[in-house]
């Protein structure tokens, strides 16, 4: 395999792992606190932002509808249907993993799991180089630190064991497939990517902290 198929970057292998990071609505209170959901807010006046593919666009308000006069009969029918609504019912069974938040804490283990790759085959590759690698390691975690740390913490607390299994084997597969060719190339073509790589995972392309859908969900996480 030439160099010329191998040149592809980091960041052309990684979008598949980031499908889960769909439409995310960014909702902003009158007290100032931020909320994420992957549904649009029933308040139709609320200061929504919307998230779609790592990019930030604010979302106009929507007039309420016109209050309609209701006559006295139909306001006593749904007093009386609103009585028995209220009336104790079973506990309902708790809700599933906020999407949003399952859905970043998806994409950052796929950045981390490619960062900690890249750094694997670089240093087999050229042993002599290891420090400069795993400098490029660790200068990312530094960068992305407060993400990382909740990213952690969502992992251990609102992400089931089933989930993160299924999170795990499926980045795993992911990653290893797409980085396939650049295993089974010639050495020199290897050093060559892996140049590329390191100099893009240096410059930042690789952050988390600056992509809203990923970082959002999570740092808004208590």
């Given at each position: 395999m030439g160099l010329r198929a191998l040149s592809f970057s980091?960041?052309?292998?990684?979008p598949v792992v980031t499908t889960q990071a769909q439409t995310i609505y960014k909702v902003v209170g009158p007290d100032g606190k931020v909320v994420f959901s992957d549904k649009p807010p029933a308040d139709t006046a609320a200061?929504?932002?919307v998230i779609e593919g790592g990019f930030e666009r604010k979302q106009p308000a929507v007039a309420a509808p016109a209050a309609v006069a209701v006559p006295p009969e139909a306001s006593r029918t749904v007093a009386k249907q609103a009585s028995s609504a209220a009336q104790p019912k079973p506990q309902a069974a708790?809700?599933?993993?906020?999407?949003a938040l399952a859905g970043a804490v998806?994409?950052?283990?796929?950045?981390?799991?490619?960062?900690?790759?890249?750094?694997?085959?670089?240093?087999?590759?050229?042993?002599?180089?290891?420090?400069?690698?795993s400098g490029a390691t660790q200068v990312w975690r530094q960068r992305n630190t407060s993400v990382l740390a909740r990213y952690e913490q969502a992992l251990a607390k609102a992400?089931?064991?089933a989930q993160r299994k299924?999170?795990?084997?499926?980045?795993?597969?992911?990653?290893?497939?797409?980085?396939?060719?650049?295993?089974?190339?010639?050495?020199?073509?290897?050093?060559?990517?892996?140049?590329?790589?390191?100099?893009?995972?240096?410059?930042?392309?690789?952050?988390?902290?600056?992509?809203?859908?990923?970082?959002?969900?999570?740092l808004s996480y208590r």
């Open positions: 980091l960041l052309l292998l990684f200061d929504v932002r708790p809700t599933v993993t906020d999407p998806f994409g950052v283990m796929g950045f981390e799991d490619l960062v900690l790759q890249t750094e694997r085959i670089c240093t087999q590759t050229l042993p002599t180089s290891f420090k400069r690698y992400i089931t064991p299924q999170f795990e084997a499926e980045v795993k597969a992911r990653n290893e497939k797409s980085l396939s060719p650049v295993v089974k190339a010639p050495v020199a073509n290897r050093i060559s990517w892996c140049d590329k790589s390191g100099e893009l995972i240096g410059k930042g392309d690789m952050d988390v902290h600056n992509k809203p859908a990923l970082a959002g969900p999570l």
